[in-house]
């Protein structure tokens, strides 16, 4: 399959309708730490206090719509403050098209560059989520192992898998 072309571009408060579209959809939430989004002044309201002053969150472009989103939140403090974690989520109807592998791809050649702290990139997905773990491993992050219920969600303890990249393993 040829890759698709994509864009990336700083998110704005302009962007609610659409982001509204994934993260108001419990198919594309299933597999967030956070809980659908059922409204839009919600939806607001975390554009306005948490992604805007985001460091680095952007919105992926695909054949000029916005489909979806990708950021990169630094995980640490002090010494340990290298590590950023890698998170994407993308409009149901275009999954399974090669938009997501595109968008880690875009973001693992330029967020190296733009984040100078940063030297290793993480994406921490659902051992079920089978489908983003391809993902990670097309563009080009090694799959590290699994951590036993690590995260708590919606009542539960949830196991998760483990991908990285560093920053001296991309030209």
């Known amino acids: 399959m040829k890759e698709p072309k994509i864009s990336l571009r700083p998110i704005e408060l302009s962007d609610v309708d659409d982001f509204i579209e994934w993260a108001g959809d419990d198919k594309v939430t299933k597999y967030c730490r956070w809980n659908t989004f059922t409204s839009k002044d919600e939806a607001l309201i975390f554009l306005r206090e948490i992604v805007v002053s985001h460091p680095w969150y952007r919105v992926i472009i695909f054949e000029g719509q916005v489909v979806g989103s990708i950021h990169v939140t630094p995980v640490g403090s002090g010494k340990d403050e290298r590590r950023g974690e ?3 989520h993308l409009k149901a109807k275009y999954w ?5 592998t595109a968008a880690v791809k875009a973001v ?3 967020a190296f560059k733009e984040l100078l702290w940063l030297e290793r990139m993480e994406g921490l997905v659902f051992v079920e989520n089978k489908g983003s773990q391809r ?4 563009a080009g992050l090694v799959r590290e192992g699994v951590l036993r219920k690590y995260f708590f969600i919606r009542g539960k303890s949830v196991d998760i898998v483990v991908f990285s990249i560093l920053a001296d ?3």
């Open 108 to 110: 693992v050649s330029c």
């Open 86 to 88: 890698l998170a994407y």
């Open 135 to 138: 993902v990670l491993e097309k």
């Open 96 to 100: 399974g098209m090669g938009i997501a």
């Open 169 to 171: 393993e991309v030209d």
